[in-house]
């Protein structure tokens, strides 16, 4: 859309704005942002997703290396990564835990595999999309195997 590709930061309030074909200023709302990002990707994404991505992919890196040895510190581990998260979100931790991690990430760091799946998963090219960063292909590695798994 071209009011995205065409905005500019102007100092105030609001964050971005855009001149108009007329010469107004025009504030670029969330709107805007989505069809935009629809009209690049040719599917229905929003900005949330990719807060959400970004959220799940952090949490699954503060993670990664924070050990445990009894369930209270795997669960004062997970609060700490979560408060992270949310401070590079600007968010609440309870609106990031609740609306930005994925579940599946909590899943395994607490039952221990997140590390060694993150690992594996890194080195394993041929079955991720492209374009995904080491740290981005762990995680959809772990998601997709998660979500793919059958319910009991």
Same mark, same amino acid.
């Given at each position: 859309?071209?009011?995205?590709?065409?905005?500019?930061?102007?100092?105030? *309030?609001?964050?971005?704005?855009?001149?108009?074909?007329?010469?107004?200023?025009?504030?670029? !709302?969330?709107? !805007?942002?989505? +069809? *935009?990002?629809?009209?690049?990707?040719?599917?229905?994404?929003?900005?949330?997703?990719?807060?959400?991505?970004? %959220?799940?992919?952090?949490? &699954?890196?503060?993670?990664?290396?924070?050990?445990?040895?009894?369930?209270?510190?795997?669960?004062?581990?997970?609060?700490?990564?979560?408060?992270?998260?949310?401070?590079?979100?600007?968010?609440?931790? =309870?609106?990031? /835990?609740? +609306? *930005?991690? !994925?579940? &599946?990430?909590?899943? =395994? *760091?607490?039952?221990? +595999?997140? &590390? =060694?799946?993150?690992?594996?998963?890194?080195?394993? /090219?041929?079955?991720?999309?492209?374009?995904? /960063?080491?740290?981005?292909? %762990?995680?959809?590695?772990?998601?997709?195997?998660?979500?793919? %798994?059958? +319910?009991?």
């Amino acid at each position: 859309m071209e009011v995205v590709r065409t905005c500019v930061e102007i100092p105030g *309030y609001e964050l971005f704005k855009y001149l108009g074909e007329d010469g107004n200023r025009y504030d670029v !709302h969330s709107g !805007h942002v989505n +069809s *935009y990002l629809k009209e690049i990707t040719g599917r229905d994404v929003t900005a949330k997703d990719f807060r959400t991505w970004a %959220a799940t992919v952090l949490c &699954a890196q503060e993670l990664e290396g924070a050990q445990f040895e009894k369930p209270t510190q795997a669960k004062r581990n997970i609060v700490t990564a979560v408060k992270e998260v949310a401070q590079v979100l600007g968010n609440t931790p =309870a609106v990031c /835990r609740k +609306s *930005y991690v !994925h579940p &599946a990430v909590f899943d =395994a *760091y607490l039952d221990g +595999s997140l &590390a =060694a799946r993150l690992e594996e998963w890194r080195g394993r /090219r041929e079955e991720t999309p492209a374009g995904l /960063r080491n740290d981005e292909r %762990a995680v959809w590695g772990l998601l997709t195997e998660r979500t793919a %798994a059958p +319910s009991r």
